[in-house]
């Protein structure tokens, strides 16, 4: 295809464009919301649906316009979720026993979501959530791992717009989780055989979950001084003893024990005491109390807010944001103006309402803005056009071949620390490009090229719509400028513009189908421009 091979050698070199760049410094006033008398313009309620969404549609645009961010915010937290992944995955047989063993449809079922369902803000806060509190397919031990991830999933949707509290009371009592970290029939110490509860959870929950390894400042700036010791994770692993599947059905013929909190077993839970993080639980408290007071005492950590609401600000709108932001958005998880912590929906507008996200200034700082990663370039995609599977499969399958596919699926991260880490600065880059660490020259090729087939002939029988650029399509101005203002916010410049313009210019007219490869050709040269990759 003409010019694909100059823009992917401008894609090599993202790091040249701010794409792990965050915010400039700013005043520590108080969010501003927009009002709806606000005038917005398209091309700043596109860059909103980039920060806000699984990608932006023209009648988005039209819906922020009409009403403002903070309406359209509220509009869609008041949404109503669809069929959970949990259900469609029942609708469709995968719970028959064939299944057991397989992963069949759970990603079928995650994909649906992402690219369909109305609730866009709740996926792409789910999204997020999967990314910071991550569980992985392939971290699943037991069976039914495709009903596994599902319920795991359904778990983070439900809470995305509910209490980070009530999110870690359910991801600790779920089976994912319990299979994925290890903790599941975690048993007490045995003298006898010197064995000692797994450590595993009680590590993670502290280091990826919640607090982070080094005290915080409210802002999100680190100290020197360390959160926890190898003492506090002995003492909170004993904790998690003794939890284990609830097979109340008697059976594992079905997958209905996946979608139960876990249950105790007495005779594998430590009933003595547990110190940890200045926190005593006295001998002899039951191990739901236990549990309870267990998470409250981590939960009342002062990194709680600055940990997560950073982490949370770099999956949404920028990878580095000013220390105030972070304070900002920290002090309202803190305090959502009702005296309630951790209350996620304030924290989500808090975010995207911020003056940081909001500004103008961000969209043409060459310090501001985060790379997209490849499943929000694919949704971008797929949201933009509409794609549809006619037949409700959505066999969109594993994308994590960085050769031949996206590099990065849903749900099937390669460890606990996610595809990539909220700290890693790429070599000479100086500050925080976490997408960065998924991005090599056979990624960016591979990308490339799997959009460029699926723009031009789906996968499988996932398929945009493109009825209304088609009749743009021997005006190329107009053409390009369309897709300029849906998918990259207007953000490509002026010689990326050029070059897509020429490009397509030179490619045959006159009939449907050099109109649909004008079309194809357009999408995919700007889905390869770095203006569009680095989402300002």
Known sequence: MPAVSGLLASASLLTACGGGGGGATTSSQEPTASQPSETISSLQASRFLAQASMGATREAIARVQAIGYS?????????????????????????AIGNKNSQAGIDSAVWRKLLSSPDTLRQRVTLALSEIVVASLDGFTGSWSAFTGAAYMDILEVNAFGNYRTLLQQITLSVSM??????RRNAKADPKTGSMPDENYAREILQLFTIGL????????????????????????????????????????????????MTQVASKYEAGEKVFLGTTIAAGTDAATCLSKALDAIFAHQNVAPFISRQLIQRLVTSNPAPAYVARVAAVFNNNGKGVKG??????????LDQEARSATGATSTSFGKVREPILRFAAWARAYNAASPSDAWAIGNTTDPSTRLGQSPLRSPSVFNFFRPGYVPPALGVAAPEFQIVNESSVVGYVNYMQNAISKGVGDVKADYAA????????????????????????GPDSVTLIRNAVAGMATGSDAARANRVYAALTLVMASPEFIVQK
């Open 71 to 95: 309406a359209w915010l509220d509009e869609q937290i008041a949404m109503p979720a669809t069929q959970s992944r949990w259900d469609w995955l029942v609708s469709k047989g995968f719970n």
């Open 469 to 492: 650029l088609l009749p743009m399509a021997d005006n190329v101005p107009a053409l390009v400028d369309e897709i300029n203002v849906v998918l990259a916010a207007g953000q490509l």
């Open 214 to 261: 080094v005290m915080l400042n409210a802002d999100g700036t680190a100290t020197t001084q360390e959160t926890y010791t190898q003492a506090d994770i002995s003492g909170l692993a004993r904790v998690f003893t003794g939890w284990d599947q609830d097979l109340a059905g008697g059976t594992t013929d079905t997958p209905d024990y996946k979608q139960r909190p």
């Open 343 to 352: 209350d996620l929906k304030a924290v989500v507008k808090a975010i995207l």
């Open 178 to 183: 319990g299979e994925y970290l290890t903790y």
